[in-house]
């Protein structure tokens, strides 16, 4: 990666306990990707493991019938593979679904029964930061998923700062990585002569120019394609009008 990019994842009642249990439930997460404070709660509170929801009857049969079609046909795509798999299955006769189905039953009771346990053994405090984690580890992955909506419909980057300029250039000099750069020099910008900074300073300046120029005329694009709402928004909710617009997406059809 280059330099400029570091910069830049069934009951009838309501009154069943297991019912109850199964609506108020909060994911176990995992701790990748958490703000290092939520990180330091989870190992403190020491949250138990969560149970696994036993596979169903299909994604046993996937599990098991995958190799084999990947074996016989190793040419194929992933996604033909498991294209593969699901016509396979529709041919199954029905007693060896069955089979599958009686499998994933016997275990959902066994699952049942330890998430309850497992519900009832957390305490407020291991709730409160499993809602946390969840929701910290949701915004993560809505902005991931809008940073790829712009760069779908190329939103000008914004330029480097002076700083990081410095730091681009040390990497092509020295042949190094950014964070060996980042480490070695983290101090070296702070005693560098003022003619130097201002070197990468008047780069910035220039840059800036440039990406205000672009941003003022992707916003305008951004208005007459109807996506006002993405215009100025803070990178952490997926406007509605490109959710839209992707759901929307034809299919690109394979060239023959």
């Given at each position: 990666?280059?330099?400029?990019?570091?910069?830049?994842?069934?009951?009838?009642?309501?009154?069943?306990?297991?019912?109850?249990?199964?609506?108020?439930?909060?994911?176990?997460?995992?701790?990748?990707?958490?703000?290092?404070?939520?990180?330091?709660?989870?190992?403190?509170?020491?949250?138990?493991?969560?149970?696994?929801?036993?596979?169903?009857?299909?994604?046993?049969?996937?599990?098991?019938?995958?190799?084999?079609?990947?074996?016989?046909?190793?040419?194929?795509?992933?996604?033909?593979?498991?294209?593969?798999?699901?016509?396979?299955?529709n041919k199954l006769h029905?007693?060896?679904?069955?089979?599958?189905?009686?499998?994933?039953?016997?275990?959902?009771?066994?699952?049942?029964?330890?998430?309850?346990?497992?519900?009832?053994?957390?305490?407020?405090?291991?709730?409160?930061?499993?809602?946390?984690?969840?929701?910290?580890?949701?915004?993560?992955?809505?902005?991931?998923?809008?940073?790829?909506?712009?760069?779908?419909?190329?939103?000008?980057?914004?330029?480097?700062?002076?700083?990081?300029?410095?730091?681009?250039?040390?990497?092509?000099?020295?042949?190094?990585?950014?964070?060996?750069?980042?480490?070695?020099?983290?101090?070296?910008?702070?005693?560098?002569?003022?003619?130097?900074?201002?070197?990468?300073q008047d780069m910035y300046?220039?840059?800036?120019?440039?990406f205000e120029k672009e941003?003022?005329?992707?916003?305008?694009?951004?208005?007459?394609?109807?996506?006002?709402?993405?215009?100025?928004?803070?990178?952490?909710?997926?406007?509605?009008?490109?959710?839209?617009?992707?759901?929307?997406?034809?299919?690109?059809?394979?060239?023959?």
């Amino acid at each position: 990666m280059s330099c400029p990019g570091l910069f830049f994842k069934a009951f009838n009642t309501l009154n069943n306990p297991l019912f109850i249990n199964r609506v108020i439930n909060v994911n176990q997460v995992a701790v990748a990707g958490l703000k290092q404070n939520t990180k330091d709660l989870l190992d403190k509170l020491n949250i138990p493991e969560k149970p696994k929801r036993p596979l169903t009857a299909y994604l046993r049969y996937l599990a098991e019938h995958r190799p084999v079609v990947t074996r016989e046909n190793p040419d194929l795509k992933a996604k033909d593979i498991v294209r593969k798999c699901a016509e396979d299955w529709n041919k199954l006769h029905d007693s060896i679904k069955e089979k599958f189905a009686a499998e994933w039953k016997v275990e959902s009771e066994s699952y049942d029964t330890k998430l309850l346990k497992y519900n009832e053994s957390l305490t407020p405090d291991m709730r409160d930061a499993l809602k946390k984690a969840t929701k910290e580890q949701k915004s993560k992955k809505e902005r991931r998923k809008l940073k790829k909506l712009y760069r779908e419909h190329n939103k000008p980057k914004r330029p480097l700062t002076a700083y990081a300029l410095y730091l681009t250039d040390l990497c092509k000099q020295e042949g190094k990585h950014l964070r060996d750069i980042f480490a070695e020099k983290k101090q070296a910008w702070s005693t560098l002569p003022q003619q130097e900074k201002d070197k990468y300073q008047d780069m910035y300046i220039k840059e800036k120019v440039r990406f205000e120029k672009e941003l003022a005329a992707w916003e305008k694009k951004m208005r007459e394609d109807g996506h006002e709402d993405l215009v100025g928004k803070k990178e952490e909710v997926i406007p509605a009008s490109l959710m839209k617009m992707k759901k929307e997406k034809p299919i690109k059809s394979s060239k023959k």
